[in-house]
């Protein structure tokens, strides 16, 4: 007997499994879950370069930004609530849509202004408390953001320590932020945030384009409006220091940041 019937429906089997499987993934992402690994060093000290990390799309909504490429079908969004400050949130960039990633710190109505390198909303100095310096081993062809940062750790190895600091929200909200001292953008206007906006600021405050700079395109965002914002970030699922090699298997291991995998964000 021929066993080509049992070949095809074999086939078959497993073609329906695998669009199963596809449309439980499309689901997941454009509804619970999505996942985002940092590019850059504008939200150190919480977030480094080669960490990945999970991103819940239900706390904001849904709109057609919560699907792949934007597919335009759902109208406006739905289910929609603002951002709490200090919330690390995912967002498009309001010129050119890339996904960036920072930190909530201005809502509809408030003032926001940097004095002297001092975040103050509405008119209140937030509390900012110097703490120990964050020591980060340099990464393979890295360097730090200044010469002056840098410093020999053990025999021979050598990593970036940055001043570090504890900010208060009026909220309650707390978590580091990293300050290299006075420049420009640590001197703004009070800006007041309008309705359906949010000002996002990096926790690596000489380090970020963000809500102080003009909206352009792979730079400054401006403010942000409420509904390019696709996810509040999570937990971390994955970390790496950069050192692992795709032709040496048992870098994979040694290169992951283990005591960073799993922790909240």
Sequence with gaps: MSDKPEKKESLGSFAVFCL?????????????????????????????????????????????????????????????????????????????????????????????????????????????????????????????????????????????????????????VTYNVLDFGLDAQDNTMPVIVPAGRLFLMGDNRDNSLDSRFPAEPGRGIGLVPEENVIARASFMYFSTDGNAEWIKPWTWFTAARWGRIGRGI
């Excluded at 597919?71 to 709490?84: C, D, K, V």
């Excluded at 995912?90 to 010129?95: G, L, R």
């Excluded at 909530?104 to 509405?122: A, E, F, K, R, T």
């Design 20 to 172: 199963k499987l596809a449309v439980i993934v499309l689901i997941f992402r454009s509804f619970v879950f999505t996942s985002f690994n940092i590019p850059s060093e504008s939200m150190m000290p919480r977030l480094l370069v080669g960490d990945y990390l999970f991103a819940a799309k239900w706390p904001y909504g849904y709109s057609s930004r919560s699907l792949p490429f934007n597919a335009p079908l759902i109208p406006g969004r739905i289910f929609g609530s603002t951002p709490e400050r200090g919330d690390i949130v995912i967002f498009e960039h309001p010129i050119d849509g890339t996904d960036y990633i920072k930190r909530v710190i201005g809502l509809p109505g408030d003032q926001v202004q940097m004095i002297n390198g001092v975040l103050h909303i509405n008119g209140e100095q937030v509390t900012k408390t110097r703490v120990d310096d964050l020591v980060v081993p340099i990464r393979p062809e890295g360097r730090c953001a200044r010469a002056e940062f840098v410093q020999q750790v053990g025999e021979g190895g050598f990593a970036c320590v940055y001043p570090q600091f504890e900010e208060v929200l009026p909220s309650g």
